[in-house]
């Protein structure tokens, strides 16, 4: 989404979707995983007659109450969403003004740009990498005569006054026809036309004539009084070309004008109570708090770092807003950790933060333990051999560490993984502690919901016995590091003897005052921030997290308000809580609204102007600049619009989406010059041994899943959950279990290339056969991921994660637990 | 002064009034005072955010004893909040049974640190004070052990890739902040949480 729009969060919220007029929900099973948030879906359904399309390899109860419901082979939705692009670009149902005024439509494309063979240019099939250079736009200067300015000094202004750095070759060319050859919606035009309907249904399994239904519906959103609501989860993101789904389906919103608006959005329904919270803190190896990236190798310097890192200002009417208030949100960050430590002289400790070499993911992490290059781990909350991919390869790297520290409230798969099954403790030398640690109600402490929602919570309980908090843990071991260093010295002690560590209890650091350094003060006045518009890169603010400035003010605890009122009747409800950034409820609002200002639709505005200023939601635009101007209501991008063209290093793997099969796929990829592999998906040492060839003897498409009754493996401590959903079970189709012999009830074996797993057998039309083209049947098996070796009804091969294959996204390395091969047997 | 059933749950619904006194021609006044009080008298509401998705339901907890001196806060009960925009008073099957999951689950929560040595098959109790002055020793060694100032290309670095830190999901902002803002001050590279996995 970042790729797309400039941030990676759900754009719109839960209370949202009783806006909508049609919601189109594909890898995700909201009516099971999400069913107090989906209610409000059903309520747009019940009150204004919304149409709900669901797109799933399974027939879920999110299915059962849809309108329309189409099977997909996992893995495919590329091919899907590209496709719909192509009926929308097609049949002209794209919302024509607001592709022109928000999105870089009119941008014009690089001749170095081209696509052929299923590759995009600058491609090294040596390195299975991209020169994404080629991936620009066209400037209004040459690159010559850009090189001479460009001797000038070309810095943004160190002062962090907000000025924006202009690309030295100017801005962007552009043609508002929309007829250059070389513009972005000519060239998608162009990318997409493979994907006609009848490709589309031979790669996804869905009927022609269902996709057909699919695309007329979700196409009538570009109408400018319509509007729908993307929905999607981790059915999407669990793959090889994971982000390019989700760019896919960003793109698809922006060309009918459905981003930005009430009831519209891209609504990624995230899966614990603070996955958001502390992706937001960035506990995630390729950020900063607030999406600041990490530096990078040979950024030496913080001017070198504002150089390459934020985006640069590539059209006139963009403010670029996050690319020219970069310097003030990273400054403002080192004094809240380094505080007096980070000064002007030693470049605000810039040399303090850590700069990975190469890609530092799960699956990465994981791998090194592998190889034996990681000593230790601390699973903070966390079930690594559970969660895999490809558990026994987990449970081996494990076992190579030498210390592992588990903090949790009840044993984990990862505090017992030296006793799981096929492992021998007198093997394992790994020293293992487990430190139980408080439950969500035992302490305060805010989680944000998947609409940003940041919402406090009160300690209601007391913790038994020693059982600490998680903070206390860390405390305990800062301060014991801390002493250590100054005992004995050490590896540059200089950020742990630097660490800002101002708490009233250090060794248990109240979460009040953390919530207060997250959000920023002024360091001169002592004053909390209400805005980051505040921050300042002189070194006379704070904060920990730039996008919560506003959480907790002077008036405050913001995300503690609890009054429910809804003054605009459209859901906003800013006094409840708080919402990132500055309470705002629908991020990029601006595209809500028409060039004059006005709603596309009066019903359901988002925010409008009312001839001083705009009002409704919380803008996120400047609040009092007339639309006359022309600003741009994308303020995250340099291009102050959309992307349907992502340039550059935006992703690795191209500038518009492209299928590519699943790295274990029963088929050749049948889209016309496709290519069948992924062009830069990671390969770790030894995984692609372990992954099986289309037409071997794993003929069957697996897809892994989560069930209403659990949540991953927590749950199997809850005797009342365990109760309602006992034991592992494998759902196939009818036919396929004819053929195997297996009865509904009977235990199964599912074997992949990496493990086996055996659990009852729920023979279900739910799964049904999937047929490619004009004779291949595909048939899917549907795998949840709730049982291991720990808590319930723990046993051995319950996991789904033993089948799974040691492969990511090719960006950010999401692990590829849906679409990989198996085979099935009666036990 | 015949009643039916419904009539009679009217009267015994009431308090013990003229009415109900004249109905029945005896005083329930005492039966009242001996029938069991409803679980949640006295209780304090706490107010809280359901553990599990990211939906965000508020939820109410019951608790007698809170912060009341000399006495342990006990959880009586736990239900959705009906003030929230969001979930409007309702919980999932999972919300409605965190307060299992808040009273130890299946009682396997153990009440103080556990230790298992190397080839050891079995946990063994461990002080606070002695699990954290070895876990402490073992990270500054790994860290010393490990940490690169400089790369390959004699670009400054200053990381360290001895140990990786996974997880934080379910934990609040200001923990996920703190082990955010010291993970990176250890200079650790190897940082994920749940989001993608």
Redesign the interface.
Known sequence: MAASFGRGAMTNH??DFKNSDMFLVVGANPAE?????W?WAYRARDERGAKIIHVDPRYTRTSATADVYAPIRAGTDVAFFNGLINYVLDNELYHEEYVRQHTNASFIVAESFSFDEGVFSGYDEAVRGYDTSTWDYEYEKAAAEAGEDSTGDERPPATGSGESAVDPRGFVRTDDTLQDPRSVFQLLKEHVSRYTPEVVSEITGIPEEKFLEIAELWGSTGAPDRVGAMVYAVGL?HHVTGLQMIRSLGMLQLLLGNVGRTGGGVNA?????????????????EI??GYLGIPR??M?TLDDYIEQVPAKQLAMNSLNFFGSRYRDFLVSLQK???GDAATEANDWAY???????EN???L??HN??LQN??????????H?PA??PDTNRVLQSLSNL??L?A?D???TAASEF??APGVE????????????CT???E?????????R???W??????P????????W??????L??RD??EEED???PD??LG?AWPYSDPGH?P?EE??K??NGRNIETGEQLSTFADLKSDGTTLS??WI?AGSWTEEGNQMAR?N?D?PTGM?F?HE?AWSWPLNRRVLYNRASADENGRPWDPRRPGIQWNGSLWVGDVPDFPPDEAPDVGTGAFIMTGEGVGRLFAPGGLTNDGPFPEHYEPTEAPVENAVPQGRREHPTAFFYDGARESFAPAGGDFPYVATTYRI?????Y??Q??????E?QPDFFVELDPDLAAEKGIANGSQVRVRSMRGEVEGVAMVTKRMRPLRLGRSKIVHQIGIPVHWSYV??KARAKSNANLLTPYI??SN????E?KGFLVDIEAV | MPINRRDFLKLTGATATGAAYAAFGFDLAPAYAQARSLKIDRATEVRSVCPYCAVGCSMIAYVTGHQAANTKPTLVHIEGDPDSPINEGTLCPKGASTMQLALGGSAERALRPKYRAPGADEWQDMSWDEALERITRLVKDTRDDTFEETDDDGNTVNRQRGFAFTGGATQSNEEGYLAAKLMRALGTVYIEQQARV
């Open positions: 839960w209370k995983a999400h069913p107090c948030g209610r993101t329904e995230r899966g614990h109570a603070n996955i958001q919270g502390n992706t937001d803190n960035a506990i995630s190896w900063l708090p190798p040979g030496e809240a950790f380094f040399d303090w933060i850590p700069k990975p070499a530092s993911s799960w990465t992490a090194e333990a290059r990681l000593q230790g781990l601390i699973a903070f909350g966390f690594n969660v895999g030498k210390w520290v903090m409230p009840l044993p030296w006793r403790p007198d093997q394992v030398d790994t020293e293992v502690f487990f430190l139980p439950h969500w109600i302490k305060d402490g805010a989680f944000t919901n998947s609409g929602w940041a919402q919570k009160w300690k209601a309980l007391e038994e016995g020693e059982i600490k908090d998680d903070h843990v860390l405390a305990q071991l800062y014991g590091l250590l260093y050490g590896a540059f950020p742990i660490l650091p979460l953390l919530a350094e997250m920990g997290n919560y609890r429910n809804d859901g409800h409840w209403t009754e659990h949540e991953h927590v749950t401590h809850v005797p009342y959950l365990v309602t808590g319930g990511g996204d950010v390395r999401t692990p637990f």
